[in-house]
């Protein structure tokens, strides 16, 4: 058979290692083993059934065929309204975009910004597809370590990493992998020191209400137009509301960036689905409703951190921080490296293969020496897996003793 000839960008993109790691979950249920699978960041509720009843709305109207590209009106004009109300966002809906689902927000900004050759400064721990929509676009990924201060950017930071090169900084709070979120005033001051040297910021907001008390849920849809000018905020629903498989998400950007992805759009996947881009309108107008299911998701995921988090750090060899937003725990597990497991992934392997727990390995966010458990699964995974990797790695206590 002969090599099939893929395009260079194409094959310098490496694989998703959380879905990776996702697909040896699955591989080894379906053998029979008891697997925990603390791997992907999917939501282990389900939709809320307002919004189901929204869609089958949706459909019963008729709502079957093409939108615009940019999106149906009415989503537009919800997005902007919840953010007002939500945020006291001023933004028009035609600074709104639809796109099917966070990742394709992403590539659609990135890929009407970006020319080949650009620099693009990406925060170490970063979500893995930052870096590959960077290669996509024949772009450098300039990576800004941020161990020094606790995985949280700083404008200091990103001030020092910038070149004149420097086209686009990306930036995801709360953080997938680390769970940490950027303070308002330092974001502020990240996209002012990216404003005045005219380099452009993507925040990626998709675990935006996903932030724990007392931390504050910050948008910089929320910024002042002259700054709000060099951002493009993409956000999804896939996490707000238990969403992942219905595929829809958004941008907001100034209006000649929002064209310009709406022209990009209009050739690619044209629009989400419409039924799906009305279910969505329709529960951000009912504005009650789709806080409380956020709120509700949110204290169970916050009764989970807080179960979880100390008792990972019970485990010899484990440190890790509370996270502060989303739904990981980043694990430090450099303690264990040296004698037998030399990486972390080693370390990830070991669990594997010796109690069935399945964890996403750090190197693939930038951050080798570390691990990825999500916590988006129930107090009962949770439970078994801390028993399992109690038994393997031993207990700080007994260690003690
Ligand atoms: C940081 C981050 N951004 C974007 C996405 C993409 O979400 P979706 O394309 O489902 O909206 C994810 C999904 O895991 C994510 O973790």
Same mark, same amino acid.
């Given at each position: 058979?002969?090599?099939?000839?893929? %395009?260079?960008?194409?094959?310098?993109?490496?694989?998703?290692?959380?879905?990776?790691?996702?697909?040896?979950?699955?591989?080894?249920?379906?053998?029979?083993?008891?697997?925990? @699978?603390?791997?992907?960041?999917?939501?282990?509720?389900? /939709?809320?059934?307002?919004?189901?009843?929204?869609?089958?709305?949706?459909?019963?109207?008729?709502?079957?065929?093409?939108?615009?590209?940019?999106?149906?009106?009415?989503?537009?004009?919800?997005?902007?309204?919840?953010?007002?109300?939500?945020?006291?966002?001023?933004?028009?809906?035609?600074?709104?975009?639809?796109?099917?689902?966070? $990742?394709?927000?992403?590539?659609? %900004?990135?890929?009407?910004?970006?020319?080949?050759?650009?620099?693009?400064?990406?925060?170490?721990?970063?979500?893995? /597809?930052?870096?590959?929509?960077?290669?996509?676009?024949?772009?450098?990924?300039?990576?800004?370590?941020?161990?020094?201060?606790?995985?949280?950017?700083?404008?200091?930071?990103?001030? @020092?990493?910038?070149?004149?090169?420097?086209?686009?900084?990306?930036?995801?709070?709360?953080?997938?992998?680390?769970?940490?979120?950027?303070?308002?005033?330092?974001?502020?001051?990240?996209?002012?020191?990216?404003?005045?040297?005219?380099?452009?910021?993507?925040?990626?907001?998709?675990?935006?209400?996903?932030?724990?008390?007392?931390?504050?849920?910050?948008?910089?849809?929320?910024?002042?137009?002259?700054?709000?000018?060099?951002?493009?905020?993409?956000?999804?629903?896939? $996490?707000?509301?238990?969403?992942?498989?219905?595929?829809?998400?958004?941008?907001?950007?100034?209006?000649?960036?929002?064209?310009?992805?709406?022209?990009?759009?209009?050739?690619?996947?044209?629009?989400?689905?419409?039924?799906?881009?009305?279910?969505?309108?329709?529960?951000?107008?009912?504005?009650? !409703?789709?806080? %409380?299911?956020?709120? %509700?998701?949110?204290?169970?995921?916050?009764?989970?951190?807080?179960?979880?988090?100390?008792?990972?750090?019970?485990?010899?060899?484990?440190?890790?921080?509370?996270?502060?937003?989303?739904?990981?725990?980043?694990?430090?597990?450099?303690?264990?490296?040296?004698?037998?497991?030399?990486?972390?992934?080693?370390?990830?392997?070991?669990?594997?293969?010796?109690?069935?727990?399945?964890?996403?390995?750090? !190197?693939?966010?930038?951050?080798?020496?570390?691990?990825?458990?999500?916590?988006?699964?129930?107090?009962?995974?949770?439970?078994?897996?801390?028993?399992?990797?109690?038994?393997?790695?031993?207990?700080?206590?007994?260690?003690?003793?």
């Amino acid at each position: 058979m002969s090599t099939f000839p893929v %395009a260079e960008h194409v094959a310098r993109m490496k694989a998703s290692s959380t879905l990776k790691a996702a697909q040896t979950a699955a591989a080894l249920r379906e053998q029979g083993h008891s697997v925990i @699978d603390l791997t992907v960041g999917e939501p282990d509720f389900d /939709t809320p059934q307002f919004i189901k009843n929204y869609a089958w709305e949706g459909l019963q109207k008729g709502l079957t065929k093409y939108t615009a590209s940019s999106g149906m009106k009415q989503f537009t004009e919800a997005v902007s309204s919840f953010y007002k109300n939500q945020f006291g966002a001023e933004f028009s809906p035609g600074e709104v975009v639809a796109s099917c689902g966070g $990742k394709q927000a992403l590539f659609n %900004a990135a890929c009407t910004l970006l020319n080949p050759g650009d620099d693009v400064l990406i925060p170490k721990p970063y979500w893995v /597809t930052f870096p590959e929509i960077a290669t996509f676009c024949r772009a450098n990924s300039v990576f800004i370590d941020t161990e020094a201060t606790d995985f949280v950017l700083s404008a200091d930071q990103v001030s @020092d990493a910038m070149t004149e090169k420097t086209k686009l900084l990306i930036i995801n709070s709360p953080s997938n992998p680390s769970g940490r979120v950027i303070p308002p005033a330092e974001m502020r001051k990240i996209i002012e020191t990216c404003a005045d040297r005219g380099v452009y910021v993507l925040t990626d907001e998709c675990y935006l209400f996903f932030a724990y008390p007392p931390g504050e849920v910050f948008t910089s849809a929320s910024l002042p137009k002259e700054l709000r000018d060099f951002v493009c905020v993409a956000g999804s629903f896939s $996490k707000t509301y238990a969403m992942t498989g219905w595929r829809i998400g958004y941008t907001i950007a100034n209006e000649a960036w929002s064209k310009a992805m709406v022209k990009l759009q209009s050739h690619s996947a044209t629009h989400p689905t419409s039924f799906v881009q009305y279910a969505c309108a329709r529960a951000m107008e009912n504005h009650e !409703a789709s806080v %409380a299911a956020v709120n %509700a998701m949110l204290a169970e995921y916050e009764r989970r951190r807080n179960w979880l988090i100390p008792a990972l750090n019970a485990i010899k060899g484990f440190n890790c921080g509370m996270p502060e937003g989303a739904f990981y725990a980043f694990v430090d597990v450099r303690d264990l490296l040296g004698g037998e497991y030399k990486t972390s992934a080693n370390v990830a392997e070991a669990m594997l293969e010796r109690t069935y727990t399945v964890v996403t390995d750090g !190197a693939g966010f930038g951050a080798e020496g570390f691990l990825r458990f999500s916590y988006a699964t129930s107090m009962e995974n949770l439970h078994t897996a801390i028993e399992r990797l109690g038994e393997l790695f031993g207990r700080k206590e007994a260690q003690a003793a």
